[in-house]
C-alpha cells in the first residue's frame, strides 16, 4: 500500500482516504477507491504484467469499471502497469491517466 501511495504521490496525485476494493478475478488486478484534496471520487486499478497491456485488457478494464460504476460516480481514473501498453490500447484509453512503476 505505502508503494502505491509513493507512486501516485510522486505523480502527482494525493488522496485523503484510500480504500481497496475486493475483485473477484484470477487475473492479478488490483483496484482502489480514492478521494483527493478536491473531493472527487478517484478509481486506481493496478495491472501487475510482464507482457504488454492489450485490448483484451482494455475490455477487463471496462468491466471492472462498469461493475463500479453502479456503486460510486468518480471524475479522475489512474492505470498502473508494470509492463509496455499497445500503441492501441492507449489510444482506447484517452480518459485515464497511465503511470508505470
Known amino acids: 500500500m505505502k508503494e502505491i501511495i509513493d507512486l501516485l504521490q510522486k505523480n502527482r496525485v494525493i488522496c485523503k482516504k484510500l480504500e481497496e476494493i475486493k475483485l ?3 487475473k492479478k488486478i488490483k483496484a482502489f477507491l480514492g478521494v483527493n484534496l478536491k ?3 478517484c478509481l486506481i486499478v493496478i495491472f501487475y504484467k510482464k507482457s504488454r497491456f492489450l485490448n ?3 475490455e477487463i478494464l471496462r468491466e471492472i469499471e462498469d461493475k463500479l460504476k453502479i456503486n460510486f460516480r468518480y471524475k479522475r481514473k489512474y492505470l498502473i502497469l508494470s509492463g509496455e501498453i499497445c500503441s492501441k490500447s492507449k ?4 480518459d485515464w491517466r497511465i ?3
Open 91 to 94: 489510444e482506447n484509453l484517452k
Open 24 to 26: 473477484n478475478t484470477k
Open 56 to 58: 483484451k485488457d482494455v
Open 99 to 101: 503511470f508505470w512503476f
Open 39 to 41: 473531493n472527487e471520487y
